[in-house]
Nanobody, 117 residues
Framework: QVQVVESGGGLVQPGGSLRLSCAAS????????MAWHRQAPGKQRELVAVITTGGITNYANAVKGRFTISRDNAKNTVYLQMNSLKPEDTAVYYC???????????WGQGTQVTVSS
């Protein structure tokens, strides 16, 4: 079982920045593919960014050039740096971990990001 815990959400003005953190338990964090998703009210959950075990990243078109996903294997943590935030980025942001060689995905409880003036 892998425990996933997000933090760092909050209220920010349009154009501002936030950094989300996601800590995942386990001794083989470097073997987890990690991803951030988000879900806005009344909408389906959508993929925001992915980082593979090898550090390859991929982003949703809506956040390319504004968001950056990174990982620190020594700290068992993945980050989502969000810049130039827009009101449409308002959502609950979820982190997940998928150990290599498995189809099991472990989700966190989510952290609220609200972009509003």
């Amino acid at each position: 079982q892998v425990q996933v815990v997000e933090s760092g959400g909050g209220l920010v003005q349009p154009g501002g920045s936030l950094r989300l953190s996601c800590a995942a338990s386990g001794r083989i964090f470097s073997g987890y593919a990690m991803a951030w998703h988000r879900q806005a009210p009344g909408k389906q959950r959508e993929l925001v960014a992915v980082i593979t075990t090898g550090g390859i990243t991929n982003y949703a078109n809506a956040v390319k050039g504004r968001f950056t996903i990174s990982r620190d294997n020594a700290k068992n943590t993945v980050y989502l740096q969000m810049n130039s935030l827009k009101p449409e980025d308002t959502a609950v942001y979820y982190c997940n971990a998928r150990p290599s060689g498995t189809i099991t995905t472990y989700w966190g409880q989510g952290t609220q990001v609200t972009v509003s003036s």
